[in-house]
């Protein structure tokens, strides 16, 4: 069953994909610079780049090749073979947007069972987002993802496990393409879970990014 709760969080998640929101700890919100870009910024040092438009942009990522996005619980854990996350940067020069999309698919569980997934992200209902960079004062090219209202759930032949976490910091690996990370994010379960569902449950995935396709975080 805790395989289960770890898969609703998707979160990436996610993944997703990028963006993030929250608050950025002892970061400052960042930029964002691809060979895509349309402004001139003197931030943007990665050969040929310019910064992301304050205007809707299109980001999609998913699932790297040869790898699995996995929910690992106390007792048990679900492995998903295909994630997508899908958003819209709504500004370059403060790194913010919103996932409205994560889906999984090809998923089973520790006893072989087939499971599916379900998230809460839709156009409706976004999960805000905020890139930082990874150290404050640290330009790099790299950075993170602050995720917020992250909610999913998992089903698979031992029940319904529904899980969600308030806030999530995949690291974000500046590139062409660009990947995102999530390591153990941490899912906390909801009450309406099946009975024997874990307290809690970790998510961990890499996506690509496939749109833009060059990103870098200063």
């Known amino acids: 069953m805790k395989h289960l709760k770890i898969l609703g969080l998707a979160a990436v998640a996610a993944l997703a994909l990028m ?15 691809s060979t895509t870009g349309t402004i001139v910024n003197a931030k943007c040092t990665a050969a040929g780049t310019k910064q992301l438009p304050d205007t809707p942009t299109e980001i999609d990522a998913s699932l790297k090749a040869g790898t699995v996005a996995e929910l690992t619980s106390t007792f048990d854990n679900v492995k998903c073979t295909t994630s997508t996350v899908k958003g819209t940067l709504t500004s370059g020069s403060t790194g913010t947007g919103n996932i409205e999309s994560m889906t999984f698919s090809g998923c089973t569980d520790s006893f072989g069972g087939n499971c599916t997934a379900d998230t809460s992200a839709t156009a409706a209902n976004k999960w805000p987002v905020t890139a930082t960079t990874t150290t404050a004062g640290v330009h790099d090219g790299n950075g993170q993802m ?3 209202n ?4 998992f089903i698979c032949p031992i029940g319904t496990c529904r ?9 974000i690996t500046g590139g062409d393409p660009a990947h995102i990370t999530a390591t153990k994010i941490v899912l906390n ?13 970790t998510w961990s995935a890499t996506y690509v990014v ?4 060059s990103l870098w975080v200063y």
């Open 163 to 171: 899980y969600k976490a308030e806030t999530a910091t995949p690291h």
């Open 19 to 33: 963006a993030a929101v929250g608050a950025a700890t002892a970061s400052a919100n960042a930029i964002l610079c």
């Open 146 to 148: 602050h995720v917020s």
């Open 150 to 153: 992250i909610t999913g759930k």
């Open 189 to 201: 379960r909801e009450e309406v879970s099946t009975f024997g569902c874990s307290a809690t449950a």
């Open 210 to 213: 496939t749109h833009p396709a």
